[in-house]
């Protein structure tokens, strides 16, 4: 399937879409939401947009496209001369298989938070551990607000963008209110 033109029999939909995983669909996402990009694009929408969210390396920004390309679900174009620069766009299958997934429950969240995961062993730790651990966590969660705060102002209020910030706003509170009660 490396023709873009092939598109997805129901036969084999269902297997493909399964094979997709969390980067495809951010890939189909940022496509289908600020339209045609390149490897690049997708990297800079991902740092201003789910990266505050979801880590993921963006290495996978680069591979994706071509595999997706190869599934029929993006399309691509690419420069004649020059760099040869190749622009994706998200084609109606693509489109399809986003709605497919965006349909599907989300699942239980996920927590990778490496200060969590120190304060759990921190007892193993000489005893000044918790403290430094605390402060410099205090100062993390400190700059993450800040920095949400500010891109908040910039957001329309009630827009679909707008309420995983309101969450990251919540989780950086709620943050700063643990590790000052750890600190104190």
Known sequence: MSDASVSLTPANAADEQAALGPSAYIVLGLLGQYGSGTSYDLKRWADESVGYFWTFPRSQLYAEPQRLVGLGLLQETQEDSGRRKRTYSITQAGRSALAHWLSRPAGFPELRDAGL???????????HLLSQLAQEQLNLHRARLAEYEQQAACVPEGSFEAQPLRMGLLYERASLAFWAELLA
Do not use: H
């Not at 995961?117 to 005893?127: D, N, R, S, T, V």
């Open 117 to 127: 995961l120190k304060l759990f062993f921190a007892g193993q730790g000489p005893p």
